[in-house]
């Protein structure tokens, strides 16, 4: 791990009246962009050839002769042959020459490896470096023993697939999408078996991943992605907030829940089982009786991060949620960092945030702006690893 130290150091050489935010030019990119605006920071989007227009063109800012935006959120969209690219030494150099303070995403972590995060990536982050690993199920200190450290719901896991006896889902990569999931749900030992062989013909999963996968009892209630943020820098009132909540949508589970369930079983088998790729996400809010338990996750979370990864949690981090029949939250998946979710923040805010901050709140807005109050206070070294 990069000392902190020595980011510190990179630190001295920064003109902090000039940072630059930067970031994976992909998840929830736009937020970062469009919070990092609104608060007075250029952007700059590290863009793999190919995927790159989203970023370079239609969302490109437009200043007018003072400087002010007035149209878009993107300043400088640099091409990369390959989003790793952003490990190279000499990228490294040109972002610390420009003052750049880098936002990790998903995408980040997962097309440039944990490993040379950790070890390699010398640029100063937003956020806690030392709990990007955790969202590894494959890891030893995964999200699942962190939620155990704290005293967290999650659900219940089976280790051998013969004592399936309920719903359960089975959690692991897809074989051949890089960022997505080979998740598939069944009930017995034997449908267990039906699917798996199926999706092992199909290439969605491979035997390597299916061997190492989690098998969790299911919980039936709708999912509520918890997007949390944790300042270090408040002093004044609590140091979490809730800025906003999401779901997703998700491909081709969706399609087939708008089926009638008879068409769902003249389906063919390569049919039948849905993938569960995300393809987008919506707002919501929880009923008021529900936030204040909401909340109560969130600080277990945070207490048991600062005991187990010094200095804990900074910034923003989702805790992924299903509610069942009696109200009870249950976590099953655990963002270390901005969520995937919160472009549905961008420029309205969210119900929560605005309502605490008075004015649109994103997670990217709130994430520049504590960047801007460690910039005031002098007090950079306390959110960035």
């Known amino acids: 791990m990069i000392a902190k130290s020595e980011i510190n150091d ?3 050489n920064y003109d902090r009246m000039k940072l630059r935010i930067g970031m994976t030019a992909s998840h929830s990119a736009l937020d970062i962009c469009d919070g990092a605006i609104e608060e007075g920071f250029p952007t700059v989007a590290y863009c793999q050839k190919g995927r790159e227009k989203t970023y370079s063109e239609y969302f490109k800012t437009r200043r ?11 300043d400088k969209a640099i091409l990369l042959d390959r989003f790793d690219d952003v490990l190279n030494p000499a990228f490294q150099k040109n972002m610390t020459d420009r003052n750049v303070v880098y936002i990790p995403n998903r995408s980040f972590t997962s097309y440039c490896g944990i490993d040379a995060i950790e070890q390699d990536f010398r640029v100063p982050m937003f ?3 030392n709990m990007l690993r955790m969202e590894e199920r494959t890891e030893e200190q995964d999200y699942y023993w962190i939620l155990e450290q704290a005293g967290l719901p999650y659900p219940e896991a089976i280790e051998d697939p013969q004592d399936i006896d309920c719903l359960v889902i089975v959690k692991l990569h897809h074989a ?15 449908e267990y078996m039906k699917k798996s062989k199926e999706l092992l ?3 969605v999963i491979d035997a390597e991943s299916l061997s190492g996968a989690r098998i969790e009892r299911y919980v039936v209630g709708p999912v509520f992605n918890l997007n949390f943020f944790y300042s270090p820098l408040e002093e004044e009132m609590n ?9 997703r949508f998700e491909s081709s589970l969706d399609g087939h829940v708008r089926l009638p369930a008879p068409q769902q079983m003249t389906m063919p088998l390569h049919q039948q089982i849905p993938e569960m790729t995300v393809v987008g996400h919506n707002t919501a809010t929880i009923r008021e009786s529900l936030l204040e338990s ?52 961008v420029s309205v805010g969210h119900p929560y945030g605005n309502a605490t901050w008075r004015k649109p709140m994103s997670s990217g807005r709130r994430i520049a702006m504590e960047l801007r109050r460690a910039v005031e206070q002098d007090r950079l070294d306390e959110v960035l690893t």
């Open 10 to 12: 990179i630190l001295q």
């Open 176 to 190: 051949e999408k890089q960022l997505e999931r080979g998740f598939f749900t069944c009930a017995s030992y034997e």
């Open 201 to 203: 013909k199909q290439g």
């Open 127 to 129: 956020g806690s470096r």
């Open 239 to 247: 140091k979490l907030e809730l800025l906003g909540v999401d779901w």
């Open 294 to 345: 909401a909340f109560e996750l969130g600080e277990k979370f945070i207490a048991a991060s600062k005991e187990h990864y010094d200095p804990g949690i900074i910034g923003p981090f989702c805790l992924q949620t299903c509610i069942d029949k009696d109200m009870n939250y249950y976590i099953y998946d655990v963002a270390p960092r901005l969520g995937g979710g919160t472009n549905v923040h």
């Open 64 to 74: 007018n002769h003072s400087g002010r935006v007035v149209r878009g959120m993107v």
